[in-house]
């Protein structure tokens, strides 16, 4: 069964002290995996997709990495405005596009 | 990037009476778009693929005749929820892929999300 698994459920940091969060996925035949960043009561916002092993994308503190069974996102010195849900989603094998989406991982950033 | 805004973003009904949401992608065509419900502290979870003039496809577990979805244009897709009861009430969320003539991206993007709270 095709699954997305994210850990920690919740992470609190320290303005500047940076750490990786965690996502780890089961499916027959990797099409993307992608990243979204969440504000209470708002939509996904679209972070990164990774296609392929050893890919990696970077975007201001973030860092997305990949590998055949999971994927990374590491964040360098976050500030509180980091602080939201990031979510972890592979595509479906099939054809339809639909997105897996994994529990998510709560971070807070305190000043 | 692609912006997705949806209408209304809280909406407040009374138990029986029906509701529209509209999903509409400004700055880009979507033959196919998505809508997920997510409750608190809780992942989106699917409820139906819509297709521009083509019936929507479900997941399973989801009333075909309570969550009606029309996809009328390539901007447009339309979540009713009929004869709404408060267990309906949830954070319905819509996605659109972008659309280039042949050409079909893999990036969903996501409106902001309509509040639904059903009395």
């Known amino acids: 069964e095709d699954q997305v698994t994210q850990s920690p459920e919740a992470l609190r940091l320290q303005e500047g002290e940076s750490s990786s969060l965690n996502c780890s996925y089961t499916?027959?035949?990797?099409?993307?995996l992608f990243w979204y960043r969440q504000d209470p009561g708002k939509g996904p916002e679209f972070l990164f997709t990774l296609y392929s092993a050893g890919e990696e994308k970077e975007k201001e503190r973030l860092k997305a990495t990949l590998t055949k069974k999971e994927s990374f996102l590491h964040i360098t010195a976050p500030k509180p405005e980091d602080s939201a849900t990031y979510l972890c989603?592979?595509?479906?094998?099939?054809?339809?596009?639909?997105?897996?989406f994994g529990s998510g991982t709560r971070l807070l950033v305190r000043p | 990037g692609a912006v997705v805004s949806q209408h209304p973003s809280r909406v407040i009904c009374k138990s029986g009476t029906s509701v529209k949401i509209e999903c509409r992608s400004l700055?880009?065509?979507?033959?196919?778009m998505f809508w997920y419900r997510q409750f608190p502290k809780q992942s989106l979870m699917l409820m139906a693929t819509?297709?521009?003039?083509?019936?929507?496809?479900?997941e399973q577990g989801v009333e075909k005749d309570k969550f009606l979805i029309n996809h009328a244009s390539l901007t447009l897709s339309t979540l009713t929820v009929t004869s709404a009861h408060p267990e309906d009430s949830s954070f319905y969320i819509c996605?659109?892929?972008?659309?280039?003539?042949?050409?079909?991206?893999?990036?969903?993007?996501f409106g902001p999300g309509t509040r639904l709270l059903v009395l």
């Open positions: 700055d880009f065509q979507a033959t196919t």
């Open positions: 989603a592979v595509q479906a094998p099939d054809s339809s596009y639909k997105l897996i």
């Open positions: 996605s659109a892929i972008w659309t280039s003539g042949a050409l079909l991206g893999e990036t969903q993007y």
């Open positions: 819509s297709n521009e003039g083509s019936k929507a496809t479900y």
């Open positions: 499916v027959s035949g990797l099409r993307g």
